[in-house]
């Protein structure tokens, strides 16, 4: 919940109250250190960086070097830069109506400073919220000078100011983030031309517009995203560009399944029940891909892969559930051939696989299949329901089969409770629950060879 801002109105007031004005780097190594400090997470949300990623960033923070992220899609780059607002003052004076939101103890701008001579301490304040110190810009190569530093407003000019008054400059996004952080995503994508433009932002912290003599003091941290240069064949960062960022801090994929399934439950806005053993196969699925020499591993396979296969097979669920009328919508396994139907779009795969691509998508998924239900149903007796499938047993389920059906039609086997030790182990309750349990052990007796299995129509039938 959003604290109210201060109820000071004016520079004196805000002097007479002890506020003191704190350089951006200084708020921020003061801000990080509090919260390490006292234990606190600064990094909500953040899964798999804790021993890798997160101490370098903190250090340059601490250091008060901008910051380059590089790392191949989907593994969190962004996010970890929006975070970096919460290491921000909730609240943050500026001087009402100024155009670069300048501290009242520290005017930077040729009005400002008019401003702030004629009114003392009288000048006006205005508090701004951390959210709005954030700025985030997507480089495109369309994306000009004017946009990133400013470029002279024809229409102040046509007002009747000179074209060498400074007040005719329309500052573009850094300066307007002047007292706070700026993103630029995917670096590399700016011409190389505009990225020159940030080169005097970053070193000695002014700007230049078509030849005015001014001198900003901006108080920026410029802080960016891109993919390795060996990938990114749409361009570069340059050289002069690279050497001012004080910290080029690489990325990566999470490193463990559980990992994994933490952003994918982070992330995931799902319509249905999952159970934690499909988020389990989603996570494999993923990894497999990302070890697959089918796959090319410098386009990488992104996290949001494994999120979008999780919404995927939630809506399934979901519809399933309403066209059958099952009260709870649980995903079941066999929700997951529709995530392939749709996920292929998503992965870039190697020169020589044309035509393999859905194969090779099913493989894995199978594998990953199989070291789900090893994890998890490893050391079950399950020769009594072999026999049974074998003797004539047959088990039918598809994407549009109710829960109920599909245990009605498991064969009974007297007094074994082997139904129940599975359900126990995938921590299945429910109907639905139990019903994808069951399909699950179904499943890993097919790929372990031990019973048949036909597929047609949307229709599967083990026996």
Known sequence: MTTPPPAITTTGQLRASGHTHRPLRVELRENLLAALAE?????????????????????????????????????????LLRSLVGLLDDWSPVIEGSELGEHPFHPITPASLRRAAELGDDLPVAWRHRTERYAEKLATPDTSVADLIGDVDPIRVAEGRSLGD??????????????GIVAINELPDLAERIQVSLLNVMEERDIQIRGYIL????????????????????????????????????????QTIDEEIAVIRQEADLVAQVPDHLLEILAR???????????????????RFA???????????????????EQVAVARPVDLETAVDV???????????????RAILEHLLRTAVAETARAHLAGLDTRILVEAVRDGA?????????AADVLEAMPVLGE?????????????????????ALELLLEALYLDRRIGKDSAAGETVYG
């Open 343 to 357: 996920l292929g779009g998503k992965i870039e795969f190697e020169t020589g696989e044309e035509g393999r691509e």
């Open 307 to 325: 999120i979008a296969g999780a919404e995927t097979i939630a809506a399934a669920a979901l519809h399933r559930a309403t066209r059958q009328h």
């Open 394 to 402: 047959t088990v039918m389920t598809g994407e549009q089969v109710p």
């Open 166 to 179: 400074p007040e005719t400059i329309h500052y573009g996004l850094v300066p307007r983030s002047h007292r």
């Open 215 to 254: 001198r900003l003091d901006l108080d920026v941290l410029i802080v960016a995203t891109a993919n390795p240069e060996d990938y990114t064949n749409r361009g570069r960062i340059i050289t002069p560009l690279q050497d001012r960022f004080g910290a080029e801090i690489r990325t990566h994929y999470p």
């Open 285 to 303: 699925f993923t990894r497999n891909l990302r070890e697959s020499d089918a796959v090319d591993q410098r386009a990488g396979v992104s996290a």
């Open 39 to 79: 234990g606190s997470d600064p990094w909500p949300g953040i899964h798999g960086f804790d021993t890798t990623v997160i101490p370098q960033l903190e250090r340059a923070l601490l250091a008060g070097h901008d910051i380059v992220l590089l790392g191949e899609r989907g593994q969190g780059k962004t996010r």
């Open 416 to 436: 074994s409770d082997l139904y129940d030790k599975v359900a126990e182990r995938l921590d299945a309750g429910t109907p639905g629950e139990r019903a994808g």
